[in-house]
């Protein structure tokens, strides 16, 4: 079977699919990306592409986000007609849609089955776009939100099947599109994120391995998006009332969900400033970790915290449950897919540092009490996430897609 992946970024989302759809003798794998990526993944062929320039700042702004999705397809399309010419034609093609790779692939592969990739439909109110401060919501704003699914709407049209990772995701969709639409999640390595008690925490440059108390936070970016501020706030109460505690946070100085900051200053920065009492020698900055000591982070962690606006559920959360944390979470619906407030984690007010601080401090003294809804996180991602049963499930999935086979709806 002749596959391709269209991605902007390489290998994202279809890592280990790509990986063992290409172990498959007589399977040939083709990734289409403007991104080279880190490494390789074996018998998978990387073609790279580039628009040929940027959307105008000339552009209305509400279809400048379409513009750089046709540049993109257009990119694509190039890199395609040149896998064409080189006699490679894919028995199915699965893309992620919405950014444009995948806008002109039917013009190079009618007769190809293709499967869409489909993380988000954007709505004015009712979800993220709103949700930080709806007073911010104007009409002017409300259209181009509306405006911004083009691109995606494009996707939707023209594949054969749809792929969302969760239901709240899939639900985001009009319900006209459900019919397409499988909810099929990626899938979570829970052989490599499990438990590991007793873990002490020792990081490059970071020796926590006496700490008695670590509580951890991980993301992409530093954003509103995944609550940086509303833990921010949190972690200046937790270290102002226990002398003990150490405060370890992984990911990126930067924004990668929502709104870019007007006057260019980082959220870390923005906090610091306004928390000036925080005890920065308790409170740790590690930057983006490689998955090894990520792993490491989690096993050592006392209590994670995850937030998000209602958005795109991150990998984030279901590796930390998977690897047994015990998980103080935002009461927000796509986090309520997967967690139970004092079954699997607990859940807080999104928007209450006060809430979050004292649900934190009340799962650090009681970690007896802790111990079963450790239990039931990881009994959950190994039940309903465990890469291995989602690979098979894509695997059949694709095949049926290819041979022309009708796919019902679902999970």
């Not at 007007?262 to 590690?286: I, M, N, S, V, W």
């Amino acid at each position: 079977m002749n596959v391709l992946f269209l991605h902007n970024n390489f290998p994202a989302q279809f890592r280990h699919l790509a990986r063992v759809l290409a172990q498959v003798p007589g399977n040939r794998v083709c990734f289409v990306t403007q991104n080279a990526g880190q490494g390789e993944i074996p018998g998978v062929f990387k073609l790279l592409y580039q628009p040929a320039r940027e959307a105008e700042a000339s552009t209305h702004h509400y279809i400048r986000p379409f513009e750089k999705a046709v540049l993109t397809g257009q990119g694509a399309y190039r890199a395609l007609r040149a896998l064409q010419d080189k006699g490679f034609v894919p028995d199915v093609t699965i893309a992620h849609a919405g950014l444009g790779p995948a806008l002109y692939l039917k013009e190079v592969f009618p007769a190809t089955r293709h499967i869409g990739y489909f993380e988000w439909y954007y709505h004015a109110h009712g979800g993220d776009s709103d949700f930080l401060d709806p007073a911010e919501m104007n009409a002017d704003l409300a259209l181009a939100v509306r405006t911004r699914n083009a691109a995606l709407l494009f996707d939707l049209a023209q594949c054969d099947q749809g792929l969302c990772p969760t239901y709240f995701q899939r639900d985001r969709f009009p319900a006209i599109f459900h019919p397409k639409l499988t909810v099929l999640h990626d899938g979570i390595d829970t052989d490599y994120f499990r438990p590991a008690p007793g873990t002490g925490l020792t990081l490059p440059g970071l020796d926590l391995s006496e700490a008695q108390e670590i509580v951890t936070y991980a993301t992409r970016g530093m954003e509103p998006y995944r609550g940086f501020p509303q833990f921010m706030r949190a972690a200046a109460l937790l270290l102002a009332r226990r002398p003990g505690l150490h405060v370890v946070v992984a990911g990126a100085d930067r924004v990668a969900y929502g709104p870019q900051p007007k006057d260019g200053l980082g959220y870390k920065q923005r906090l610091l400033d306004e928390l000036p009492g925080l005890d920065l020698a308790r409170l740790h900055f590690t930057g983006l970790l490689p998955y090894g000591q990520y792993l490491r982070l989690l096993r050592a962690s006392s209590a994670h915290i995850y937030l998000s606006v209602p958005f795109v559920l991150s990998w984030s959360l279901l590796e930390a449950l998977a690897a047994g944390c015990l998980v103080v979470a935002s009461d927000t619906e796509p986090v309520r897919e997967v967690m139970r407030d004092g079954v699997n984690g607990y859940l807080v007010d999104f928007f209450s540092p006060e809430a979050l601080a004292e649900r934190v401090a009340y799962a650090l003294d009681h970690p007896a009490a802790a111990a079963p809804l450790r239990q039931a996180a990881r009994a959950g991602m190994v039940e309903r996430y465990d890469l291995k049963s989602l690979l098979s499930r894509q695997i059949a999935l694709i095949q049926a897609v290819a041979a022309g086979e009708n796919v019902v709806a679902g999970a």
